[in-house]
């Protein structure tokens, strides 16, 4: 099943301009972050970024995290038109990058699934966001 949607990542700040980012879709998520992978690969200077108030908290314990305050995420639809979210996006720091923590997904949060509706579909074995009304 595809679990994944493809965005385009920007923030002015981090001079990031549309970077290809998978998120991994998780209605359990309250927000949308970026993981130490990610966060790596686009050369996220955490010295740049507001840190969070609080840790994140997951499976593995509780970990730093910062912010990225201008961030823009570009989504598409099958028919090729552009969907921008502005939004603030969580990055998490863990404070040892080992192999199991490389192959963490970055995630698509409930701050962005919350403002479309959710479809499984079994029989194609994907996840779709869209803002048509569902009867």
Same mark, same amino acid.
């Given at each position: 099943m595809q679990r994944f949607v493809a965005s385009l990542f920007s923030s002015t700040s981090?001079?990031?301009? #549309?970077e290809e980012v998978d998120?991994?879709?998780? =209605? @359990? $998520? *309250?927000?949308t972050t970026i993981m130490d992978r990610d966060a790596k690969r686009l @050369? !996220?200077?955490?010295?740049?970024?507001r840190k969070y108030k609080h840790k994140m908290t997951g499976i593995g @314990? +509780? *970990?730093? =995290?910062?912010?990225?305050?201008?961030s823009a995420?570009?989504?598409? =639809?099958?028919k090729k038109e552009r969907y921008k979210e502005n939004i603030e996006i969580m *990055?998490?720091?863990h404070p040892k990058l080992d192999e199991k !923590? #490389?192959?963490l997904p970055s995630i698509l949060g409930r701050d962005i699934i919350g403002k479309y509706n959710? !479809?499984? +579909?079994?029989? $194609? +074995?994907? *996840?779709?966001? =869209?803002? #048509? #009304? !569902?009867?």
């Open positions: 981090l001079n990031i301009l #549309e998120f991994l879709v998780d =209605t @359990g $998520a *309250v927000r @050369g !996220i200077d955490y010295k740049k970024l @314990g +509780s *970990v730093d =995290t910062y912010v990225i305050d201008d995420l570009m989504f598409f =639809t099958d *990055v998490l720091k !923590i #490389e192959r959710l !479809i499984y +579909s079994k029989p $194609a +074995s994907k *996840v779709y966001l =869209t803002d #048509e #009304e !569902i009867n």
